[in-house]
């Protein structure tokens, strides 16, 4: 897996982001063959330029976990859309009686977008509403789904190949009788990436905004007997400095666990 966006809420970039990294959502997901693309934050704008300089065919299945504009707003600027030589299936979760592909279309309408989706994508496109529950194989690849706690909804993703087994958890907010559910969901994941958006005192007064901490974090990890903890959705006004401080708590009760980083690779 391959990190292009890590940062929670809104972009922040700049000289005290710059090792972690200022883009929001986006992990690459490497199967054998198949590339999977969790949400189209931000940092989708870097993998599609970088999936489009290889100048090949591209065949992608994109799951998007929930549909604030932080984990979409990549997908205008996702440069395999624009080619007819490329295959391209969208997966993510009816809301509000609308399917993914209204939900995504709406996005792209005057006067919030200069072009819509119909006028501008071009790739064999395949909208694929999720049923949650529902397993869904990629290949030799699984991928099983999880209603988790966040305002308007929000689907995390397991990923089973190959003896190896990934888990997306981002945009959770702890606390409820669905935790028990996500720790089964996530029982013996060799890596499970995590909401670790606040600590525990910046949580405070923003219970129901959908995020967790780092701390849960850890908890989560600890029930649900994972291999590695990796702390995602950093918080867009946590620097450099912070996030490293952040990181020598985490490892005082885990030790193998990570922040992630743009660019940053891991191989299960």
């Known amino acids: 897996m391959r990190f292009w966006g890590v940062r929670g809420s809104i972009p922040s970039p700049g000289p005290q982001t710059k090792r972690y990294g200022g883009n929001t959502p986006c992990v690459e997901v490497r199967c054998g063959d198949e590339l999977l693309i969790f949400d ?61 592909k209204q939900i995504l279309a709406g996005q792209m309408v005057h006067p919030y977008f200069p072009v819509t989706a119909e006028d501008v994508f071009r790739t064999r496109l395949e909208y694929r509403d999720v049923i949650v529950g529902k397993d869904i194989p990629v290949g030799k690849a699984t991928v099983r789904t999880l209603e988790l706690n966040h305002p308007g909804g929000n689907v995390g993703y397991r990923v089973d190949f190959g003896g190896r087994s990934l888990v997306y958890a981002t945009d959770v907010e702890h606390g409820t009788a669905l935790d028990a559910g996500l720790f089964d969901f996530a029982r013996g994941a060799d890596a499970l990436i995590y909401d670790s958006m606040y600590t525990e005192d910046e949580y405070r007064g923003r219970t129901g905004w959908g995020h967790s901490t780092w701390e849960a974090a850890v908890k989560a990890a600890d029930a649900s007997d994972v291999k590695q903890l990796v702390l995602f959705h950093h918080d867009p006004g946590r620097d450099d400095a912070a996030m490293d401080k952040l990181v020598r708590q985490v490892r005082k009760q885990r030790p193998e666990a990570i922040a992630a980083k743009e660019a940053m690779v891991l191989k299960l």
């Open 40 to 100: 189209l934050g931000s940092g989708a704008r870097g993998l599609g330029d970088a999936l489009a300089a290889t100048r090949k065919p591209i065949k992608a299945n994109i799951f998007i976990s929930h549909y604030h504009y932080d984990h979409l707003q990549g997908l205008p600027f996702f440069a395999p859309m624009f080619s007819p030589a490329n295959d391209v299936t969208l997966h993510g979760s009816p809301r509000d009686g609308k399917s993914l």
